[in-house]
């Protein structure tokens, strides 16, 4: 009842009082961005302040009047994005912050400002500008299931992905692009290249660039290799130079980086296994039991605009040592617990004969 009968009243107000309008003013606002509208007014008391988007229709953004914020009938679009500088408003200033812009905001808006002394429209037209720039700063490609993906993130404007491989396959390979862009009007991409991982090294090439900056990442796949437990065992890289090297494994986990001007570091879990880091970049390593130390070894080397990937799968030959022992001890159990039961019955039946002949 309150808010309806000061409806009425301002409506009252409204139609007794002179309407001061103002032109458009255009505005530019960043998409995923801050942005301000302006709008002043004649300041005097009892100051209501009113929002709308008049696109087609009318549409609530943000409500002021008995010296508080009145949401309750704004559009889900603007919920939680907008606001007053209420500490302002009695000096004048009806400006309206709106936060995260999109696209669906562009338009024409107006403020309206009323006072017990005279009413004001300031129309704004809002549009939409891309975000600035925002390079190729990195790419990942990595092996999985058969599957080389490459993937980067964070883009402005649009990036295009391209392969190349070598050597050149026999078999068309299959391959996919896709390109999702995110609340800010950043653009991720990923590309995936169906290939068949076997014993001949090849070498696939991912670029992802736009009429801005570009960066490639390589993959080299080696052959397969062979350790047998508790023995050391030499993981080729060639680093031509470079200071930037990592070395993980099974994709997700750090072994070691070494960087220009600083020490090399190794993780926690692996120094007992680590024994040396050549420097071409090379990893002599000490395995164990195949359950720690089979799997997947990359060496990603660093440059300006490249990543440089080696490939190698690790496996762990079984313990031909023990297998032999325990196939051994199985055949001399064999021989000998049988001989030993013959010999226990044959003596209980000559003990049975011995007690009859007496």
């Not at 391959?175 to 076997?198: A, M, N, P, W």
């Not at 900056?213 to 993959?219: D, E, P």
């Not at 031509?240 to 990592?246: A, E, F, K, M, Q």
């Not at 490939?311 to 297998?323: F, R, V």
């Amino acid at each position: 009842m309150k808010v309806l009968n000061r409806v009425l009243v301002h409506t009252a107000v409204f139609l007794m009082l002179e309407v001061l309008v103002q032109g458009d003013t255009p505005v530019g606002c960043v998409f995923g961005g801050n942005c301000v509208l302006p709008c002043r007014f004649q300041p005097n008391s009892d100051t209501i302040l009113h929002w709308n988007k008049i696109n087609g229709k009318n549409i609530q953004v943000h409500s002021y009047y008995d010296e508080l914020d009145q949401l309750g009938h704004q559009d889900p679009l603007y919920k939680g994005r907008t606001s007053l500088f209420h500490d302002q408003i009695s000096g004048g200033n009806a400006s309206l912050g709106l936060a995260r812009v999109n696209l669906q905001d562009q338009g024409r808006y107006l403020c309206y400002a009323s006072t017990s002394q005279n009413n004001q429209e300031t129309f704004v037209i809002l549009t939409v500008r891309a975000p600035d720039p925002a390079p190729v700063a990195r790419v990942d490609i990595v092996l999985v299931n058969n599957t080389v993906t490459c993937k980067s993130g964070g883009i402005y404007p649009i990036p295009q992905l391209t392969w190349s491989v070598s050597p050149r396959p026999a078999t068309v390979l299959q391959k996919t692009t896709e390109v999702h862009e995110d609340d800010q009007g950043l653009y991720d991409i990923s590309g995936f290249l169906r290939t068949v991982y076997s014993d001949t090294e090849s070498t696939y090439s991912c670029s992802v660039q736009n009429e801005h900056s570009g960066r490639k990442a390589t993959l080299r796949l080696r052959s397969p290799m062979q350790s047998a437990p508790k023995s050391e065992v030499l993981l080729p890289c060639d680093a031509s130079g470079l200071d930037d090297i990592t070395w993980t494994f099974n994709h997700n986990q750090t072994i070691l980086r070494r960087q220009a001007g600083q020490e090399e570091v190794v993780e926690t879990e692996w120094q007992q296994h680590v024994r040396d880091l050549s420097e071409s970049g090379s990893l002599l390593l000490y395995v164990t039991s195949s359950a720690q130390s089979e799997g997947t070894y990359r060496c990603t080397l660093r440059n300006a605009d490249e990543d440089d990937v080696t490939h190698i799968e690790l496996k762990i030959l079984k313990d031909t040592i023990a297998e032999g022992s325990n196939r051994t001890l199985g055949i001399t159990l064999g021989v000998i617990i049988p001989a030993i039961l013959s010999a226990i019955v044959i003596s209980v039946i000559i003990r049975r004969k011995k007690q009859f002949i007496i």
